[in-house]
């Protein structure tokens, strides 16, 4: 799904398929191949994902290993965040915030979290490394928006050696062609798109972090 050979994820984290989530991960995709690097796209609805049990498990596990580890594809998904040379979120707002799959990958990542708390060596060795994203909003107003989403991103990827860069929002797109059609917003998720791109080349001494 994602191999060594890629520079940028691109993670598309809509419940609806050929949405405005899809085509802003097509775009930012296509932006980063522009500005010369390679890019992957990563459907989060192609993968099974368990809600965690808050069992705390990982708190005292000496690897800080999640207990549902092999029962799903959370693991894999994490392995993304860790080995890219950056990372994209191409995401619907769902009631102020990410939608529910997502944010259920998020929950999972309390482990990330424990191993970052406890200074585990193979996280430590993971390099920093820029983010970006791109959220899609049905309603036209709203100033907080997009700042539940924004937090959520934002915590959730700094344990993983990602810094979140300020979000691009765009509202008013409800159905599935609304940011296809707007020539403005389909540039400023282009232009998101290259700035990732260029991201990756302006680091290209910098090395992948550790295979794991
Ligand atoms: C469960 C659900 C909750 C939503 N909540 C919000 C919301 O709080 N605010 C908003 O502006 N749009 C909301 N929307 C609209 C979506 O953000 C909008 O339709 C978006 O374009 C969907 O992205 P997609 O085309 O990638 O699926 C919601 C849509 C769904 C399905």
């Keep these: 799904m994602f191999d060594a ?3 940028v994820a691109v993670i598309a984290c809509s419940h609806r398929a050929g949405g405005n989530s899809d085509a802003a991960a097509a775009l930012l995709a296509r932006g980063v191949r522009e500005a010369g690097a390679s890019a992957r ?3 989060l609805r192609q993968y099974r994902v368990l809600a965690c049990l808050a069992c705390r498990a990982c708190a005292a596990e000496a690897q800080s290993r999640c207990v549902l ?3 799903d594809d959370v693991e894999s998904l994490f392995h993304v965040l860790l080995h890219a040379r950056a990372v994209i ?3 619907p707002i ?3 915030g990410l939608p529910s799959l997502c944010k259920t990958w998020v929950d999972r990542s309390q482990r990330i979290w424990e191993a970052r708390r406890k200074g585990d060596s193979w996280l430590a060795a993971v390099p920093e490394r820029p983010a970006f994203a791109c959220f899609v909003a049905g309603q036209a107003k709203g100033d907080r928006l997009f700042d539940g989403a924004r937090l959520t991103l934002k915590y959730f990827l700094v344990n993983f050696g990602l810094s979140l860069a300020e979000p691009l929002g765009l509202r008013g797109m409800d159905a599935a062609g609304d940011l ?3 020539a403005a917003a389909t540039r400023a998720v282009l232009d998101m798109g290259h700035a990732a ?3 990756v080349h302006h680091r290209s001494g910098a090395s992948h972090a550790p295979r794991s």
């Design 5 to 7: 050979s890629d520079d």
């Design 41 to 43: 796209v990563v459907e």
């Design 69 to 71: 580890a092999a029962q």
């Design 89 to 91: 979120f191409a995401s």
């Design 94 to 96: 769902y009631f102020y």
């Design 180 to 182: 296809l059609s707007n």
């Design 197 to 199: 791109g260029k991201s």
